[in-house]
């Protein structure tokens, strides 16, 4: 069975840092595109940032660049994503996507709480 786990949600408070790691439990791990969304309250769910399967090329919504970095491990079958500088915008269910040829999949979701 196919599985996306992220732990490492929580509260901070801003200008603080969290990291979050998302596992996914399948053995071509490396051919997949991964990226971070995010759900804010009120809002859709919008894409953070993407990670290539082949070069590990990155790209970033422009309310997180320089801030937000993405990167994945192929041997662990790991993706992070590395928040600094966090802000009260940056709150939200953070959720874990895996695609490749059409398919994909989807992790249960993490909340982070940035507080003022």
């Known amino acids: 069975q196919v599985q996306l786990v992220e732990p490492g949600g929580g509260l901070v408070q801003a200008g603080g840092s969290l990291r979050l790691s998302c596992a996914f439990s399948?053995?071509?791990?490396?051919?997949?595109?991964m990226s971070w969304y995010r759900q804010s309250p009120g809002k859709e769910r919008e894409l953070v940032a993407t990670?290539?399967?082949?070069?590990?090329?990155?790209s970033y919504a422009d309310s997180v660049k320089g801030r937000f970095t993405v990167s994945r491990d192929n041997v662990k079958n790991t993706v992070t994503l590395q928040m600094n500088s966090l802000i009260p915008d940056d709150t939200g269910v953070y959720y874990c996507?895996?695609?490749?040829?059409?398919?994909?999949?989807w992790g249960q979701g993490t909340q982070v709480t940035v507080s003022a």
């Open positions: 399948v053995l071509t791990f490396s051919s997949y595109v």
């Open positions: 996507n895996a695609r490749r040829n059409g398919r994909q999949y």
């Open positions: 990670i290539t399967s082949a070069f590990g090329s990155t």
